[in-house]
């Protein structure tokens, strides 16, 4: 009897509790009915709502941290592309070319090794032709002629100066050759003679050495006045008649006075106005127009 009584108390409470909680419910609606304006079905929202709105909040937050996490993956593999275009790529040391090996000059055959010409110093003894310039055939301080070269008097210097000393008679003046042709052995003789008197440095600036005297070409002329004896090969001939009308009118047989004043240092020689040097009508005409020496005129 009594468990009876104690169960029906039981149920008495529960509905008075659920009563209770519906009546809590229906004020709260009714409340937010009357304070917000809001309809029934807003009054649940708004009840139940906040619940929903802290879903959706949190996962929002979850989205924007995965569209954050997706953008700083992506920056970090952008600034990584960068950094492996900038940087240079690491050489690979196994790769690395090894110099190349200097070769022992030791083992060098020795059939391989070019011995440098020597420089043969040029002297009548070996020289063994005679140098030609254009066509002219040298013999100065610096180019000897070979010892055994003997060609006698050139037959058309020689014509030549027939005829010079043709035009010269007619014009009043009388030519003589007095040396044309000397060979090795005759200008040796002559050169140490003129040594022997003046001595070396002094006899240089007037007389070759032998094999280098233009006379051994058979080219060169010493040309003074007849019967004026006392002015050959002297420096007084510059002042004869004789003297002016060769310095004027030689070039017109192919002669050119060879050792003019003032050109000591380039021919090696002091001015002799009685030595000629047949090198042809056309040029002795351009050399003379240019008023250069034979060796400025050649460039040599």
Request: net charge negative.
């Amino acid at each position: 009897m009594r468990l009876e009584q104690n169960q029906k108390k039981k149920k008495t409470k529960w509905w008075i509790a659920l009563g209770a909680g519906v009546t809590i419910f229906a004020g709260a609606s009714l409340g937010a009915l009357s304070a917000y304006n809001w309809s029934p079905e807003e009054a649940i929202e708004g009840l139940f709502g906040s619940s929903e709105e802290q879903s959706i909040t949190e996962s929002s937050h979850e989205e924007r941290n995965i569209d954050e996490d997706v953008k700083e993956m992506t920056r970090q593999e952008e600034e990584n592309e960068t950094l492996d275009e900038t940087e240079p790529p690491e050489e690979d040391q196994d790769e690395t070319e090894a110099p190349e090996e200097v070769p022992d000059e030791s083992e060098t055959p020795a059939e391989d090794i070019e011995t440098p010409e020597e420089t043969v110093e040029r002297t009548p003894e070996t020289m063994t032709e005679p140098l030609y310039v254009d066509g002219v055939l040298i013999a100065n301080k610096e180019y000897p002629l070979p010892t055994d070269y003997a060609p006698g008097e050139d037959p058309e210097a020689r014509a030549s100066y027939n005829k010079m000393q043709q035009a010269a008679s007619a014009a009043g003046y009388s030519l003589v050759a007095f040396s044309t042709y000397r060979s090795y052995d005759y200008q040796t003789d002559l050169y140490n003679n003129y040594v022997a008197q003046h001595g070396q440095e002094e006899a240089d600036r007037f007389s070759a050495r032998p094999g280098y005297s233009e006379h051994q070409t058979g080219l060169g002329f010493d040309i003074g006045a007849e019967g004026q004896e006392q002015h050959w090969a002297s420096d007084s001939f510059k002042d004869t008649a004789e003297a002016k009308w060769l310095a004027e009118n030689a070039h017109k047989f192919g002669f050119i006075l060879r050792y003019p004043a003032g050109k000591e240092h380039i021919t090696g020689y002091q001015y002799e106005s009685w030595h000629f040097r047949y090198i042809g009508k056309d040029l002795a005409g351009k050399v003379y127009n240019s008023g250069q020496t034979l060796e400025e005129y050649l460039g040599i």
